[in-house]
């Protein structure tokens, strides 16, 4: 069983910069796409983040500029850096990985940022 655990949650102002960190472990065959999505109150969960094994990023226009995605696929490792930071970016922000093989996708707890005015 794959296990995802994120963190970095915070609680920051509008303009700063806050990085998130997620680890992925258990899989016995590897892990090919890695990613984040948020997930803000009342509203539906949606990708800020992809990036694939060779490095290839893509973002949504709501972040592209201010959000960089990169990994570490030694370690399984994906973080994702966010600056000049929005109130509407407050939300629980979740980390996923795509096994290989298998092709399953899992997903960690959530991690909350809260961006204030």
């Known amino acids: 069983q794959v296990q995802v655990v994120e963190s970095g949650g915070h609680l920051v102002p509008a303009g700063g910069s806050l990085n998130l960190s997620c680890t992925a472990s258990?899989?016995?065959?590897?892990?090919?796409?890695m990613g984040w999505h948020r997930q803000a109150p009342g509203k539906y969960r949606h990708s800020v983040a992809e990036?694939?094994?060779?490095?290839?990023?893509s973002y949504p226009d709501a972040v592209r500029g201010r959000f960089t995605v990169s990994r570490d696929n030694a370690k399984n490792t994906v973080l994702l850096q966010m600056n000049n930071l929005k109130p509407e970016d407050t939300a629980v922000y979740y980390c996923?990985?795509?096994?290989?093989?298998?092709?399953?996708?899992?997903w960690g707890q959530g991690t909350q940022v809260t961006v204030s005015e």
């Open positions: 996923y990985v795509e096994e290989r093989n298998t092709g399953k996708h899992y």
């Open positions: 258990g899989s016995p065959y590897g892990i090919t796409l």
């Open positions: 990036i694939t094994p060779l490095g290839r990023t």
